[in-house]
């Protein structure tokens, strides 16, 4: 998959298909666009696209509060490669960008730049100067300038319209298990493992750490099940998200217990899958009390993987 991570960058590219949307989540609402997409552009014998902005439309927008992302920039890229897209448009949103009314932003990027054949967007696609530009608007505008748009009317689960907004409200809450089956994967979160304070060694329990990243979403304090991925072997695990309110102040963090592991990991990137959520966080008398938690919330959560097949 080619990366275009400017519109200065992109000359003279063969005839697309473009799934047009800020894909966000690439939720399963998200993926049958771009499946669409990608199959079409393979009949017809073009290139298949996806645009979307680098940078989420709130942090330009004036008095509009900013937007958490779902997932970093190498999941994203990973997914579309997965799914076999030709062209990444990871384009910056900018005021320019911003200020464009309909008809620009479809002649100078989807036409101009993306030399568009067909299109696919959701049913609540918006663009264009103060969001003036709509799926409607983009099929009347295709028509005269001899590109086709296809749009993709609700996809419901259970009743409810998949969406980020929605899937944002699950991570919060903390509903690990309804997000998996609105996302189609589990919610993950990745970083580089850290020196924690080593408690959790002396008592038996040693944990991976890492930083919460203020740009991304993240679940509420409280213990996880959750799988863990290092140099590319995935572990079953439980993971605690908190500020570890029994011994001092701390920021919010991710401390993970790998099962039956104990490596020197400092430094290497960590990527946390979390399954189910079993308790939140709390403040308990002593130490003591603290470990028999501990081991009870280890328990459980290899129970959960016995069962599952993960250990």
């Given at each position: 998959?080619?990366?275009?991570?400017?519109?200065?960058?992109?000359?003279?590219?063969?005839p697309t298909?473009?799934?047009?949307?800020?894909?966000?989540?690439?939720?399963k609402?998200h993926?049958?666009?771009?499946?669409?997409?990608?199959?079409?552009?393979?009949?017809?014998?073009?290139?298949?696209?996806?645009?979307?902005?680098?940078?989420?439309?709130?942090?330009?927008?004036?008095?509009?509060?900013?937007?958490?992302?779902?997932?970093?920039p190498?999941?994203?890229?990973?997914?579309?490669?997965?799914m076999?897209?030709?062209?990444?448009?990871?384009?910056?949103?900018?005021e320019e960008?911003l200020?464009?009314?309909?008809?620009?932003?479809?002649?100078?990027?989807l036409?101009?730049?993306f030399?568009?054949?067909?299109?696919?967007?959701?049913?609540?696609?918006?663009f264009?100067?103060?969001?003036?530009?709509?799926?409607?608007?983009?099929m009347?505008?295709?028509?005269?300038?001899?590109?086709?748009?296809?749009?993709?009317?609700?996809?419901?689960?259970?009743?409810?319209?998949?969406?980020?907004?929605?899937?944002?409200?699950?991570i919060?809450?903390?509903?690990?298990?309804?997000?998996t089956?609105?996302?189609?994967?589990?919610?993950?979160?990745?970083?580089?493992?850290?020196?924690?304070?080593?408690?959790?060694?002396?008592?038996?329990?040693?944990?991976?750490?890492?930083?919460?990243?203020?740009?991304?979403?993240?679940p509420?304090?409280?213990?996880?099940?959750?799988?863990?991925?290092?140099?590319?072997?995935?572990?079953?695990?439980v993971?605690?998200?908190?500020?570890?309110?029994?011994?001092?102040?701390?920021?919010?963090?991710?401390?993970?217990?790998?099962f039956?592991?104990?490596?020197?990991?400092?430094?290497?990137?960590i990527?946390?899958d979390?399954?189910?959520?079993?308790?939140?966080?709390?403040k308990?008398?002593?130490?003591?009390?603290?470990?028999?938690?501990?081991?009870?919330?280890?328990?459980?959560?290899?129970?959960?993987?016995?069962?599952?097949?993960?250990?």
């Open positions: 998959m080619k990366i275009y991570n400017s519109l200065e960058e992109i000359k003279d590219i063969e298909v473009v799934a047009l949307g800020n894909f966000d989540g690439i939720h609402g993926q049958e666009i771009i499946s669409r997409t990608v199959k079409e552009a393979a009949s017809a014998g073009l290139k298949s696209g996806v645009f979307t902005f680098s940078n989420h439309t709130s942090s330009v927008l004036k008095n509009v509060p900013p937007v958490k992302n779902i997932l970093y190498d999941q994203k890229i990973s997914i579309l490669e997965e076999g897209v030709d062209y990444m448009f990871n384009i910056p949103f900018t960008i200020r464009m009314n309909p008809e620009q932003f479809i002649d100078q990027i036409v101009d730049k030399n568009i054949r067909e299109a696919y967007c959701g049913f609540n696609y918006t264009g100067y103060k969001a003036s530009g709509t799926a409607e608007v983009l009347h505008e295709g028509l005269k300038r001899g590109f086709g748009i296809h749009v993709q009317e609700p996809y419901v689960i259970d009743g409810i319209v998949v969406s980020s907004t929605y899937i944002r409200q699950l919060e809450e903390g509903r690990m298990e309804e997000c089956k609105f996302m189609g994967r589990m919610y993950a979160i990745d970083g580089e493992i850290v020196m924690g304070n080593k408690l959790g060694r002396t008592f038996g329990f040693p944990t991976c750490n890492t930083i919460v990243d203020e740009t991304m979403i993240t509420p304090n409280g213990v996880y099940i959750t799988t863990c991925t290092i140099d590319g072997v995935k572990r079953p695990s993971t605690n998200v908190g500020v570890k309110p029994t011994i001092g102040k701390y920021e919010k963090n991710i401390e993970t217990h790998i039956d592991f104990n490596e020197d990991v400092y430094g290497k990137r990527r946390v979390f399954i189910k959520h079993t308790r939140p966080e709390k308990f008398d002593g130490l003591d009390d603290l470990k028999k938690q501990i081991q009870s919330d280890c328990i459980e959560a290899r129970v959960y993987h016995r069962n599952k097949g993960s250990l």
